[in-house]
């Protein structure tokens, strides 16, 4: 049974940091792409970032690109999102998620497990 728990959410003012962890669980991560996504009230759930476990190649959102840096620590289990200069459209519930693909990183389907989520709001 697979599972990811996210933490590191908060309430941060514009310009701020926040570092997101991803602690995964219930089975080898090798061979998955690790992502994160994520919501803001009224929107779909949208991509932001991923990390392949086992080569480390990144992909971003051109949102975020410049401001954000995903990585993993194999040995922990646990993939982080260091978020920087933030701004309040970045305000959303970020997710993180696991594919078995290293094709399409981007679409949300592509993804078959979820964490809960967790909170990030920043204030202008």
């Known amino acids: 049974q697979v599972q990811l728990v996210e933490s590191g959410g908060g309430l941060v003012q514009t310009g701020g940091s926040l570092r997101l962890s991803c602690v995964a669980s219930?089975?080898?991560?090798?061979?998955?792409?690790m992502g994160w996504f994520r919501q803001a009230p009224g929107k779909e759930r949208e991509f932001v970032a991923a990390i392949r476990w086992n080569y480390g190649a990144t992909y971003y959102a051109d949102s975020v690109k410049g401001r954000f840096t995903v990585s993993r620590d194999a040995a922990q289990n646990t993939v982080y999102l260091q978020m920087n200069s933030l701004k309040p459209e970045d305000t959303a519930i970020y997710y993180c998620?696991?594919?078995?693909?290293?094709?399409?990183?981007?679409?949300?389907?592509?993804?078959?497990?979820w964490g809960q989520g967790t909170q990030v709001t920043v204030s202008s």
């Open positions: 998620a696991a594919s078995t693909s290293v094709q399409r990183v981007t679409v949300r389907d592509r993804y078959g497990y």
């Open positions: 219930g089975r080898t991560f090798s061979g998955y792409t």
